[in-house]
């Protein structure tokens, strides 16, 4: 499994994760951390995760659903999407997964993680986006 992560850090070198609960963040940030990937920065807000993306240039954005502040998480999607379309995002959320669907439907690289989540599950959708990188990097 060590080979599998070195493969994986090859491809994607970044993740930035957006979360306005500390304590949610913290445990997030370890489990990405452990996982093999380098987290490249934290931000508890909307505009601070924008301001961090643009400055960053995250491979993946690991974030929750429900943030506190006037930017939702799908105002950064569609923001940063706007600069670069290829970004890739995992939505952490307690929120039923239909009413996600409808609001995140055309918005392209997403993965969907529930809460409270399970280490597996995160590693599982890293390892989509990771895989969805590398397939647009090889055709580009």
């Known amino acids: 499994m060590v080979q599998n992560n070195a493969h994986i850090n090859s491809v ?8 306005d609960d500390l304590l949610l963040l913290m445990i997030t ?16 807000s ?16 690991v974030s929750d659903y429900t943030l506190k502040g006037e930017l939702s998480v799908l105002d950064i999607i569609r923001k940063l999407r706007e600069l670069n379309p290829d970004i890739f995002f995992i ?9 996600l ?9 997403i993965e969907l993680v ?15 986006a990771a895989n969805r990188y590398k397939n647009h990097e090889n055709s580009c």
């Open 12 to 19: 994607i070198k970044k993740v930035l994760i957006v979360e």
């Open 91 to 99: 939505i952490l959320s307690d929120v039923p997964e239909s009413e």
């Open 114 to 128: 529930k809460e409270p989540f399970r280490p597996a599950d995160l590693s599982a959708a890293l390892k989509r």
């Open 29 to 44: 940030e370890k489990v990405v951390s452990s996982l093999g990937y380098k987290v490249c920065g934290t931000a508890e």
């Open 101 to 109: 669907i409808r609001d995140i439907r055309n918005t392209g690289y």
């Open 46 to 61: 909307g505009y601070e995760a924008l301001e961090k993306a643009l400055n960053l240039q995250p491979d993946i954005i």
